[in-house]
């Protein structure tokens, strides 16, 4: 069973009358085109008028002819059943109004494609057991279906891979992530591969590993500060010299 979807459209007349604190009277017309068949065949056009919230009277599309539900609705309903020109405009607005508008919706809707942000990222283990990973994630693509892979020097990698299912944003949007067991070779070319409607081509992004951090060599650092340390002591005393050298008047 599918969801009915809906088209609403409000025309809204206030009528206010003003007595020390605002009071009024509330009118309105309600349109709304309901189908749930994708091919749009069971589309059904409802336009109701309303009076302080309370329908007095409806046309519906299915039915053909307009209903009244109080005195008032049902004394215009009657004359406007009478009206073959006005019940013509009404039976045309299924296709006229409703498959038209819900036609332009679903083309913007269903064939809209939003392309994936990739990013790959390490994650290093809590412990030493774990190996590390390497995380492919693409957030906030449309529609859901989506395929990524890893690729090592270009060969598809099934082992060591686990992947999240697609993961609702909240927001109409998916994201997904999967993990690859990562021990670091040197040469080997790590990539992952994204597949998404809206992507012409399978799209790879490659693992650039992070330069290697500069090891400070302790040996060397220690070599280097009581180097400059003796130096300091070596300017101190030539300045302390030279005071005295000066203060005595030799
Ligand atoms: C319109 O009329 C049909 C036939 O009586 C009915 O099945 C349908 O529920 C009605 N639609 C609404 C929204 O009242
Ligand atoms: C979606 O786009 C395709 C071509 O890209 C087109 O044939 C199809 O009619 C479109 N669908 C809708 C609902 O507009």
Redesign the pocket.
């Known amino acids: 069973m599918s969801v009915l979807k809906l088209l609403n459209f409000h025309h809204i007349l206030m009528l206010s009358v003003f007595t020390g604190a605002a009071n009024g009277y509330y009118y309105y017309r309600w349109s ?1 085109c ?1 189908y749930s068949s994708p091919d749009l065949s069971d589309m ?1 056009f ?1 336009e109701g008028s309303y009076f302080n919230k309370y329908p007095f009277v ?1 046309y ?4 053909g002819i307009f209903v009244g539900f109080t005195e008032f609705g049902v004394k215009n309903a009657e004359m406007w059943n009478k009206d073959p020109s006005l019940l013509q405009q009404y039976r045309a607005q299924v296709d006229r109004y409703c498959k038209h508008n819900a036609e332009l919706m679903e083309a913007d809707i269903y064939n809209k494609t939003v392309q994936p942000k990739v990013k790959l990222s390490l994650v290093m283990p809590g412990d030493s057991k774990h190996p590390a990973l390497l995380m492919c994630s693409a957030y906030d693509f449309y529609p859901q279906p989506i395929k990524v892979s890893w690729l090592k020097d270009g060969a598809v990698v099934t082992s060591e891979v686990t992947s999240t299912e697609e993961l609702l944003n909240g927001d109409w949007y998916y994201q997904i992530h999967s993990e690859l067991e990562y021990t670091p070779r040197s040469g080997e070319k790590i990539s992952c591969m994204v597949e998404h409607a809206s992507f012409t081509k399978p799209m790879i992004f490659d693992w650039n590993p992070p330069a290697p951090e500069f090891e400070w060599d302790i040996q060397l650092l220690f070599t280097i500060e009581s180097a400059a340390l003796l130096l300091g002591i070596i300017i101190a005393a030539a300045g302390f010299i030279y005071y005295k050298i000066k203060s005595t008047g030799l």
């Open positions: 709304q309901i059904e409802i409806k519906n599309s299915t039915v």
